[in-house]
């Protein structure tokens, strides 16, 4: 059964950083592509990043793009999202998912049902 577990969220100041983290387990991560999503209160689900199976495309939406970086360890079944100079409005439930197509060329306007497997999600506030 594929299974993906977000780490790694809490409570930050604006400005900080925090890294996510992804785990996988009953499947190998290397065949799949990785999505980052976040959903704020009272907002619909919104792409934020995503990286090809061999690491050779990424992409981030608008509002993220020179802050967070997306990387990723098949070794180790895992992908990270690293926030950094991070903004009350990046405050959300963050989670990763999985699919076997490519990266959409725009993350940002990605369809959530367009993808398989869900984490239960890693709440990330950004709050003085």
């Known amino acids: 059964q594929l299974q993906l577990v977000e780490s790694g969220g809490g409570l930050v100041q604006p400005g900080g950083s925090l890294r996510l983290s992804c785990a996988a387990s009953?499947?190998?991560?290397?065949?799949?592509?990785i999505g980052w999503f976040r959903q704020a209160p009272g907002k619909e689900r919104e792409g934020v990043s995503c990286?090809?199976?061999?690491?050779?495309?990424?992409n981030y939406a608008d509002s993220v793009k020179g802050r967070f970086t997306i990387s990723r360890d098949n070794a180790k079944n895992t992908v990270y999202l690293q926030m950094n100079s991070l903004k009350p409005e990046d405050t959300a439930i963050y989670y990763c998912?999985?699919?076997?197509?490519?990266?959409?060329?725009?993350?940002?306007?990605?369809?959530?049902?367009?993808?398989?497997?869900w984490g239960q999600g890693a709440q990330v506030t950004v709050s003085s």
């Open positions: 998912t999985a699919r076997l197509q490519e990266c959409p060329a725009m993350i940002g306007i990605a369809t959530p049902s367009a993808w398989g497997s």
């Open positions: 009953g499947f190998t991560l290397s065949y799949y592509t």
């Open positions: 990286i090809s199976n061999d690491e050779t495309s990424t």
